[in-house]
T-cell receptor, first 114, second 113 residues
Framework: EPEVTQTPSHQVTQMGQEVILRCVPI?????FYWYRQILGQKVEFLVSFYNNEISEKSEIFDDQFSVERPDGSNFTLKIRSTKLEDSAMYFCASIGQPMANVLTFGAGSRLTVL | AQSVAQPEDQVNVAEGNPLTVKCTYS??????LFWYVQYPNRGLQFLLKYITGDNLVKGSYGFEAEFNKSQTSFHLKKPSALVSDSALYFCAVRGFNDYKLSFGAGTTVTVRA
C-alpha cells in the first residue's frame, strides 16, 4: 500500500537553528499538508499546498515557516529560526484530490528544540 | 469555522466489552467525518469515514461509527474491544468545500485484559 514517508523521524536542534523536515507524498497525489501535534495536545493544521503554491495556512504558520516542493517528489517544511515552542510532532499528509476525501499521513517527524 | 469535540480524554474498558468513543462536530453545510487512530510513536491511521449515504459506516479492525445529523455526532464503536485497540483516537471533520481536516483533541482508549 502506498505510503507517505517522512524524514527525519526525530531531530534535536538548538533554539534559533534552521530545521528542514522532509516528506515524500504518495506519487500521484496532488494536495499536500503539514500538521503538527504538540505533546499531549490536538493535531493542528499548519498549511496546505497545491499546484506549487500555498492554498491555505493557519495562524500558526507565520513567517518563520515555509514550504517547498523542490522537485517532483519531495515536500519540505522549513522552520527558519526554531523556538522552544516549536517542539512537536510534525505530520505530512497528502491526498489525490479532495473528493477522494481521505488524507494519508506519514509517521511523523519529532522535533525537539533545546 | 469547523470544529470537533471529543468530550472524554480517556476511555477504559475491559477486553470483550463494547467500546464507544464520542465525537460531536460543528461545520457549515454537510460534514465529511473521519476517525483516525494513533498507536505509540506512529502516525495517524485512517479507520473510517462518513461522506454520504447510510448513517452507519464500517471501517477497519471491526470499528464502526454512526452519523447522527440531529445531534451532530459521529461516535466510534466496537462491539467487542481487544487489548490491541488501546491507542489514541481522533475524530476529524471537514466541510464540503474545505480541503483541510480539523481534529478533535483525541481520546486515549485503554482496553484491559
Amino acid at each position: 500500500e502506498p505510503e507517505v514517508t517522512q524524514t527525519p523521524s526525530h531531530q534535536v536542534t538548538q533554539m534559533g537553528q534552521e530545521v528542514i523536515l522532509r516528506c515524500v507524498p504518495i506519487s500521484n497525489h496532488l494536495y499536500f499538508y503539514w500538521y503538527r501535534q504538540i505533546l499531549g495536545q490536538k493535531v493542528e493544521f499548519l498549511v496546505s499546498f497545491y499546484n506549487n503554491e500555498i492554498s491555505e495556512k493557519s495562524e500558526i504558520f507565520d513567517d518563520q515557516f515555509s514550504v517547498e516542493r523542490p522537485d517532483g517528489s519531495n515536500f519540505t517544511l522549513k522552520i527558519r529560526s526554531t523556538k522552544l515552542e516549536d517542539s512537536a510532532m510534525y505530520f505530512c499528509a497528502s491526498i489525490g484530490q479532495p473528493m477522494a476525501n481521505v488524507l494519508t499521513f506519514g509517521a511523523g517527524s519529532r522535533l525537539t528544540v533545546l | 469555522a469547523q470544529s470537533v469535540a471529543q468530550p472524554e480524554d480517556q476511555v477504559n474498558v475491559a477486553e470483550g466489552n463494547p467500546l464507544t468513543v464520542k465525537c460531536t462536530y460543528s461545520v457549515s453545510g454537510n460534514p465529511y467525518l473521519f476517525w483516525y487512530v494513533q498507536y505509540p510513536n506512529r502516525g495517524l491511521q485512517f479507520l473510517l469515514k462518513y461522506i454520504t449515504g447510510d448513517n452507519l459506516v464500517k471501517g477497519s479492525y471491526g470499528f464502526e461509527a454512526e452519523f447522527n445529523k440531529s445531534q451532530t455526532s459521529f461516535h466510534l464503536k466496537k462491539p467487542s474491544a481487544l487489548v490491541s485497540d488501546s491507542a489514541l483516537y481522533f475524530c476529524a471533520v471537514r466541510g464540503f468545500n474545505d480541503y483541510k481536516l480539523s481534529f478533535g483533541a483525541g481520546t486515549t482508549v485503554t482496553v484491559r485484559a
